[in-house]
């Protein structure tokens, strides 16, 4: 058998291809038949777009209620609402499946405890997923319990807090799970979370709702479901809450 100098190889193989390859498809999809709607953005990234639905303006908790449906009783301050220890959780009245949610909040100025006792508080997308809200600035835990992860499931891809008592935001992208009739998962819920403009979750998968003892697991729930933020005993402060259906 005759061996071929790997250049002379190569120029074979070239030339038994076709000489002219079949033109590229200059349209290989159909353009959109809807216009997108207009709407008018806020005055900065942080205020509410004009089709965003505002949970909180510093003013009113009308749009929450306490886990049992009784009104919610945490404290409203100088334009921010406070966790009241020992009220429990508050849930938005209002249900909500994929959707845009931006939301700020302040650990306590003067920390107390350390790790998972310091300004402890979560934001749960469909009261199921949580977000983790905590004082993670020099304050040691596991990685995937600090400010900003997919509680017990993801860690943040990086540590963006800010000093205790500073304002912080979270900007959040979350896709709702699918489910078939018979309850099973279909699609995972996905999340894509910036920390003060840094982002921190890209467009991760959850693996189900996110206990603190026990695996993540699934169970079939409705495709809107209400938001909630936890009562972990600490004083956490939230503002400027809204949210876009999408």
């Given amino acids: 058998m005759v061996k071929l100098a790997p250049a002379v190889g190569l120029l074979l193989f070239f030339a038994a291809l076709p000489s002219e390859l079949p033109a590229q498809d200059a349209a290989p999809f159909p353009p959109p038949r809807l216009e997108p709607p207009i709407i008018t953005p806020g005055r900065t990234s942080a205020d509410p777009p004009s089709d965003a639905v505002v949970l909180f303006d510093g003013k009113s908790l009308a749009r929450w209620h306490g886990t049992d449906g009784s009104p919610a009783k945490w404290q409203i301050r100088d334009g921010y609402m406070e966790v009241a220890s020992g009220t429990g959780d508050i849930l938005t009245a209002d249900s909500f499946g994929d959707c845009q949610l931006h939301i700020e909040w302040a650990t306590p100025p003067i920390p107390k405890g350390e790790g ?16 983790q809200v905590l004082d993670s600035y020099d304050n040691k835990t596991y990685f995937h319990g600090q400010a900003g992860a997919v509680y017990k499931q993801y860690a943040p891809l990086v540590n963006a807090s800010r000093p205790p008592g500073e304002w912080q935001s979270y900007d959040i992208v979350f896709r709702a799970p699918k489910f078939d009739e018979q309850g099973k998962v279909t699609e995972r819920a996905r999340v894509t979370v910036l920390h003060n403009g840094v982002l921190i979750q890209n467009n991760v998968e959850i693996y189900g709702n996110t206990y603190h003892d026990r695996p993540a697991l699934y169970t079939a729930h409705p ?7 936890q009562d972990h005993g600490n004083p956490v402060r939230y503002r400027n809450v809204w949210i876009r259906r999408l």
């Fill in 223 to 229: 495709p809107r479901e209400p938001l909630r933020l």
């Fill in 116 to 131: 998972q006792e310091r300004g402890n508080s979560g934001v749960f997308l469909m009261g199921r997923y949580e977000i």
